[in-house]
């Protein structure tokens, strides 16, 4: 059975390693695995062992806490009210696309965002 733990760990990393444009290859290159087996990191299926969550953090420039941050200290959200993943996803796929537009550009990117949420 799948630990809530194992799959909010490997939530952060999938979410790190997106934020920071790495693929999967790349980042099991970096920390001597098999892209699969990131995969299996990224899904919670294979629990990550201390020294690998140690090289992983260094490769994603993160303190290894970042993967624990907020677990065990507020009460766990009833799964059915939580954020869908894929939103969240696709949110921070938007946002770094958007840092690499120039900045005259960004402002007509606001202003068709806002034209297209409005009623």
């Known amino acids: 059975m799948v630990n809530p733990v194992d799959i909010d760990v490997g939530k952060r990393i999938r979410h790190r390693r997106k934020q920071l444009g790495i693929t999967q290859m790349a980042l099991a290159n970096d ?11 990224e899904t919670g299926s294979n629990r990550v062992s201390a020294s690998r969550l140690w090289e992983l953090s260094r490769a994603l420039d993160v303190h290894i806490s970042y993967f624990f941050e907020g677990l065990g200290v507020y009460p766990r959200p009833d799964p059915a009210k939580r954020s869908n993943a894929l939103l969240e996803e696709h949110a921070v796929m938007l946002v770094t696309a958007y840092t690499k537009i120039p900045k005259e550009k960004r402002k007509a990117l606001l202003r068709f965002a806002k034209a297209l949420s409005s009623p």
């Open 31 to 41: 920390v001597g695995v098999r892209f699969q087996q990131v995969q299996k990191y």
